[in-house]
């Protein structure tokens, strides 16, 4: 059965993220089961997931019936035999196939790149939790524009400049904000531009961010997400059209990321040689399935064409949005939405396990991620 390993990626972090929250629930009476999860993240993610394999559907339809009623080469409609395909055949597969894998690669190894790092970076914060090869001149420019910043951002709450902008519990108000239920306040603004100064004044002692004591790399690059995400978030709420110039905010903005959203060379190299290796070994009972067991006839040329092309569309939209999708649910739903526009019929009984496993992939994992994360804890508390 082909499944999603954006499912199940997505629901075993959430899992994990809400066992951590719920254990932390127990020793804080501030501490909810639900903090440990990015809900606006999440609902843009699950609406992208629900979404994708619709369009999927419907655009392999459409772009069948208009390949069919624009191109007559019967060659095309009728299913494949033992005989070799004509070249040009061949060419139009091999690209959309081609097309296929590159967007496939480029969303899903995100994630994987993603989850390395996730993993990197609370193994080995030291490490990982910045981006060490930050130049000298990127560190300087980024303290000048904390400080460019800074007065732009307090014009909200303050109009004597020589007042101290320091306000206790920044990274708190800043966290509750990041949360579905955050609202914008004068504490917002003030913990934003305490959190500025703090920054400019832990980089502006060094040189380089190797000089940063290993301890304290941690707590700055939780200091730059919690800027940086407040930014996001204030942006989405349309807060920043309130500032004359709002390109001065955005592009601090750009500069923080740049030393917490990194991916060493390394790790882009290893995930791109575990996708191929993973596509080489296990290929063959999935395409099977996708190819002869979703329709009741054999998949032919334009159908497979469409479904690919609309596959590759869709999953490159989403990265061009930031979403993460499943190419296995977008592919499948396009050859049967080319099924269904040639009247060829679809296999009931395998639609059956494939609508099961997709619909129980997602909780399955939740459910996984956050028993082995909580007995994990409990076994490393007892020990």
Not at 162 to 170: A, G, H, I, L, R
Request: glycine fraction near 6%.
């Amino acid at each position: 059965l082909p499944v999603s390993s954006t499912h199940t990626l997505i629901g075993s972090i959430t899992g994990i993220g809400i066992a951590n929250s719920v254990i932390n629930s127990f020793s804080s009476a501030n501490s909810y089961w639900w903090d440990g999860i990015n809900w606006l993240k999440m609902q843009e993610i699950l609406i992208s997931l629900v979404i994708s394999p619709l369009l999927g559907f419907c655009g392999a339809a459409i772009l069948f019936l208009t390949a069919k009623y624009l191109i007559r080469q019967e060659e095309l409609y009728t299913a494949p035999k033992e005989n070799v395909p004509s070249l040009w055949v061949r060419a139009v597969l091999v690209l959309t196939c081609s097309g296929v894998s590159f967007a496939h690669g480029s969303n899903d190894g995100q994630k994987g790149m993603g989850l390395m790092m996730l993993i990197l970076v609370a193994i080995l914060p030291s490490f990982f939790s910045l981006n060490l090869q930050t130049s000298p001149q990127s560190i300087a420019q980024l303290v000048a524009s904390s400080n460019s910043v800074i007065p732009v951002l307090s014009s909200q709450f303050l109009t004597d400049t020589n007042q101290d902008y320091s306000f206790p519990n920044s990274r708190n108000e800043l966290s509750q904000f990041l949360k579905p239920q955050g609202q914008v306040n004068e504490n917002i603004w003030r913990s934003l531009v305490d959190e500025c100064q703090i920054i400019a004044k832990k980089l502006s002692i060094n040189n380089s961010l190797m000089e940063i004591a290993e301890s304290d790399r941690h707590q700055v690059r939780d200091d730059i997400y919690l800027v940086a995400n407040t930014i996001t978030k204030l942006e989405k709420q349309q807060q920043l059209a309130n500032f004359e110039h709002p390109e001065i905010i955005t592009n601090y903005r750009n500069q923080l990321d740049h030393l917490t959203k990194f991916i060493p060379y390394w790790i882009k190299i290893t995930i791109a040689l575990a996708l191929g290796l993973g596509t080489m070994i296990g290929w063959k009972r999935v395409v099977v399935t996708v190819g002869e067991k979703i329709g009741k006839e054999h998949l032919n040329y334009a159908q497979g064409a469409s479904a690919e092309l609309i596959t590759m569309t869709t999953i490159s939209a989403a990265d061009y949005f930031g979403l993460p999708v499943s190419t296995t649910h977008i592919l499948s739903s396009g050859i049967a939405g080319s099924m269904v526009a040639n009247r060829s019929g679809v296999q009931v009984d395998t639609l059956k396990n494939l609508l099961l496993a997709w619909l129980l992939t997602l909780p399955s994992c939740i459910l996984l991620g956050f028993a082995i994360y909580a007995i994990g804890v409990f076994a490393i508390k007892m020990a």
